[in-house]
């Protein structure tokens, strides 16, 4: 278990090297001129050149990289070009907000997408297995933005049940808790669509091998064949769909924050994008990265202590 | 040496098989209702010009806002346009996205998850290495970036879009060529002499091409999705021209008093999303009954 905890910890290092790679060049595959982006067309020959150098533009490419490679392992992802603060600490401030959406939005997935996903497997072409899947299909289908539209509309405005805006200045728990329901809700539903989707073929597959047809045969209680042997199987599976959808929810939870008007890492990236903040768009880019691949390193850890036989090979 | 009755014979057989396999499309209710849904969705973006009742595009600032009537079907938006031809017009852009999206990234993809799955050795391992982390990028986020730096016109849109889904196809791609590499009619073609070029273009790719075109029919709903988002944004192609996504955006600001601005272009979007995926679902189980078994339809 030891050396297997080392490799996932020395994956992750090479791939936290590789996001920042990605990340770096991603910035320069931008045509042009990133400082005369930056600035606009009427700025001032000298402005530019003092950005660029600022900026470390006017060294050969190679160098530029290894400078921001160094820097960034070191935590220093240059200076937001609006505000002049660090980059990476200002799209750290706004990660709080956002992690506790997708928390919520993640734990509100799966405790509908998993039980969903069981149900339909085990009642295959029945009429609940349908009705799932139908379900399903349209909460992949609507955007998550129109969905929180429609929400708001109904649940906020017509009901009066939550209120409009995703965040509040007021302090008190229960206040933030109250304006973050509906977006997780929002944000958590369409996640379990698809989870619900990927947990049912994850399901079916196990549920067709020979140790059920077996424990069947021995006359094991169903609940149990389906809760305990056929789901801790299908664990694995179900498991790198919550990594899969993770990536995905986090690209979502842009979305669903423009629409709460609540802020965090969606509007954060949104102001750098809208101001051309590229040093500030790289840091957000890299820090949703990096959380996609830490949940992955996580999960991999979490393979290994499921099945035993992942960690020997 | 055969003989006419043996040609008739395996004649009729092949007819027989063609027939059978037509039949498997037709009788699979999701496949027609796809199929059906999508050609539909054609005729209207191409002939939007003639079918919108007005221009996606004029204003009319004496009646904006209007209720739904029999000129205006789904009423006017603030600046006075017609909903009912704006959504018409942005059919267009959808289907493009969605088109070109999956034209780029179904090329790019099998070309590269092909080389990397047939290569092995350290070219496999390297181009392994350059999918797992664009994986690590959710691929909105990506489009998104590239979109910020490339500008937000319809090419640069599709390219950002296109570059940010082809490592899915990518992946997709290797894990099928492994099961296909160690097939004997590979290895056959490697006795004979081809070249790993040829090979890999005649012999690996159309093989490895079903599970590929499902999670494409898929892909390009995602991405007609992450272009209504990224219109939601604002980072979409601009205003006037009509996206579904803008719509909603512009919608919003007007949701309470006429929300069906907004809900008919949410409607529109998952209409298109739904005939896609029951489509890719159709596909899936009339092409390849092996897909089944495989990571779903996520990807």
């Given amino acids: 278990m030891v050396f297997y905890i080392a490799r996932c910890a020395g994956q992750f290092a090479v791939a936290l090297v590789g996001i920042v790679t990605v990340a770096f060049f991603l910035m320069r595959a931008i045509p042009g001129d990133p400082a005369l982006y930056m600035l606009g067309d009427f700025a001032t020959p000298e402005a530019l050149a003092t950005l660029r150098a600022r900026l470390g533009l006017d060294l050969p490419v190679w160098q530029q990289y290894g400078i921001f490679l160094a820097r960034a392992l070191q935590g220093d992802l240059g200076m937001s070009v609006v505000t002049g603060e660090p980059a990476l600490a200002e799209i750290l401030a706004s990660v709080p907000s956002s992690a506790s959406l997708a928390v919520a939005g993640m734990a509100i997935a799966i405790a509908v997408g998993v039980p969903l996903g069981v149900i339909a497997a085990v009642r295959q072409g029945s009429v609940v297995d349908v009705a799932v899947m139908l379900i399903a299909l349209l909460g992949i289908s609507f955007p998550v933005f129109w969905v929180g539209i429609t929400a708001i509309l109904l649940l906020s405005h017509a009901l009066g049940l939550f209120p409009a805006l995703g965040a509040t200045s007021e302090p008190g728990f229960w206040k933030g808790l109250h304006h973050l329901a509906l977006p997780a809700l929002v944000l958590g539903l369409s996640v379990a669509a698809y989870i619900a989707r990927l947990t049912r073929s994850a399901m079916l597959e196990v549920l067709g091998q020979d140790h059920i047809r077996v424990a069947r045969a021995m006359g094991v209680p169903e609940w149990r064949i389906v809760w305990k042997l056929a789901l801790r199987n299908a664990l694995v599976p179900v498991l790198a769909v919550i990594g899969v959808t993770f990536a995905w929810s986090l690209g979502n939870a842009i979305l669903v924050e423009a629409v709460f008007s609540r802020p965090g890492l969606g509007s954060t990236i949104l102001k750098a994008v809208l101001a051309r903040d590229y040093q500030l768009l790289q840091a957000g880019v890299l820090v949703l990265a990096a959380a996609v691949v830490l949940l992955n390193t996580v999960l991999d850890l979490l393979y290994g202590a499921i099945d035993p036989r992942l960690r020997q090979q | ?299």
């Avoid at chain 2, 999956?102 to 092909?114: D, F, H, K, M, R």
């Fill in chain 2, 1 to 299: 040496m055969t003989t006419a009755i043996e040609t008739i014979d395996a004649v009729a057989e092949a007819a027989a098989r063609r027939r059978a396999a037509i039949r498997r499309y037709t009788r699979h209710p999701g496949f027609m209702i796809g199929a059906i849904g999508i050609l539909l969705l054609v005729m209207v973006a191409v002939a939007a010009p003639w079918l919108a009742p007005h221009s996606p595009t004029r204003t009319d600032l004496m009646n904006t806002l209007a209720r739904p009537s029999a000129t205006f079907w789904l009423g006017t938006d603030q600046f006075g346009r017609c909903v009912a031809s704006r959504l018409i017009h942005g059919a267009q852009v959808s289907l493009q996205v969605g088109f070109f999206v999956v034209l780029i990234s179904l090329s790019a993809g099998t070309i590269i998850g092909a080389v990397a799955g047939y290569a092995g050795g350290w070219l496999e391992r390297a181009l392994v290495a350059v999918i797992d982390i664009l994986l690590a990028f959710p691929s909105f986020l990506l489009a998104l970036a590239l979109v910020a730096a490339r500008g937000n016109t319809l090419d640069s849109i599709i390219l950002a879009v296109a570059i940010a889904y082809t490592p899915r196809v990518a992946a997709v791609m290797r894990s099928v060529v492994l099961t296909i590499r160690p097939r004997p009619f590979i290895e056959a073609s490697r006795a004979i002499g081809l070249t790993p070029w040829t090979i890999v273009l005649r012999h690996v790719i159309p093989n490895a091409l079903p599970p590929v075109i499902v999670v494409a029919t898929v892909s390009a709903a995602t991405a007609i999705l992450a272009e209504a988002g990224l219109s939601f944004l604002g980072l979409g192609v601009q205003p006037p021209t009509p996206t579904w996504g803008n719509v909603i955006a512009e919608g919003q600001t007007a949701i309470t008093t006429n929300p069906l601005i907004s809900l008919s272009a949410g409607l529109c979007i998952a209409y298109t999303v739904v005939v896609l995926n029951l489509l890719g679902d159709g596909l899936r189980d009339t092409l390849d009954p092996q897909m089944r078994r495989n990571t779903g339809k996520l990807l």
